[in-house]
């Protein structure tokens, strides 16, 4: 990537440090943002000291260790990078600012904030705060101030969304069409009995978040290599989709769920020695993506001059 801009944008409430990393350039060698919206560990001590049983927690909600590979794929590219540093469990940016569980938050609510029914995600324990995790029930030891999710949505959720807006603009402003690859990670999927579970699985919103020839690009990329993949089962994308894809507009967004024990060790908790493989694999992928919306952005960016 030449003429690469790092900069840092939104501020962890009781940590002072930023939210989230941007890694982006003028001149990105490929019309394609990797985001890792899951993968933060920067943890306030007042955090984990409201938390149940915070060791089982932290690890449950994050998406372990995959900020790691997302940061040497776009290195290894020329993608630009958006890596979250706030945590999940502080907050979801994989969710709707109102996607609340009120019955957990202490306090007035905002104007208009309290008749506002929790979506589904929220009902089931795992809205823009995390209340319950299977294994553990409730994550907190008790209420939460609503003033300090106001806090969370104003210095973590928003800005986030609003840098990956930008980039996503200006990607298509100079290649024609963008593409966002909302990288996440999910324990290993149960068999169901007559054929091995996907490894990866790309998800689109059943085809509302981007072009079909881009999971299909994504498809036939893996099937070169044998890779096990599903489309949208059991994760078709949530809000970050829902968001920022617009294809009707030149802006793509797909995810990408990538098997933990491809890259953990046995007890999904620390990478393994060699990630090599996964690396490549992926690299593989966002240049078949990226040439796949180069072609949709009618030809704008040429990828080999820009690889060159």
């Known amino acids: 990537m030449t003429r690469a801009s790092i900069r840092n944008g939104g501020n962890i409430p009781g940590l002072g440090e930023p939210a989230f990393t941007m890694n982006a350039g003028e001149q990105a060698n490929l019309p394609v943002l990797v985001a890792v919206p899951h993968g933060g560990r920067a943890y306030p001590p007042d955090l984990l000291a409201i938390m149940r049983h915070p060791d089982f927690a932290t690890r449950r909600l994050e998406d372990r260790h995959i900020d790691a590979i997302g940061i040497q794929v776009a290195e290894r590219v020329g993608a630009g990078l958006l890596v979250a540093r706030a945590p999940r469990a502080m907050l979801d940016l994989n969710r709707a600012e109102d996607d609340i569980d009120w019955g957990m938050v202490k306090g007035a609510k905002p104007s208009g904030r ?4 929790p979506g589904y995600r929220a009902q089931g324990g795992l809205g823009l705060v995390p209340r319950r995790l299977q294994g553990l029930g409730e994550v907190w ?13 104003a210095q973590v959720h928003r800005p986030y969304h609003e840098a990956l807006a930008q980039e996503l603009q200006a990607i298509r ?20 009995g007559r054929w091995p579970p996907a490894r990866f699985v790309l998800g689109d919103r059943f085809g509302m978040s981007c072009d079909a ?13 044998g890779a096990r993949v599903a489309h949208n089962r059991p994760y078709a994308g949530g809000y970050v989709l829902e968001r920022h894809g617009a294809p009707g507009r030149g802006i793509h967004a797909l995810q990408l769920e990538v098997d933990r024990s491809i890259y953990l060790d046995a007890a999904l908790d620390e990478l393994q020695e060699d990630v090599e493989p996964l690396v490549a694999r992926l690299s593989d992928l966002v240049r078949a993506l990226a040439e796949n919306v180069s072609q949709l952005g009618n030809g704008r960016g040429d990828l080999r001059e820009a690889a060159e």
């Open 213 to 225: 020839t881009i999971p299909a690009a994504g498809f036939a990329c893996f099937a070169r290599d």
């Open 114 to 117: 309290s008749a506002v029914r």
């Open 173 to 192: 402003r100079r290649w024609g069409a963008a593409l966002l690859l909302d990288l996440h990670s999910m324990p290993p999927l149960p068999s169901n």
């Open 141 to 153: 030891r008790g209420a939460i101030g609503a003033d300090a999710i106001e806090q969370r949505i």
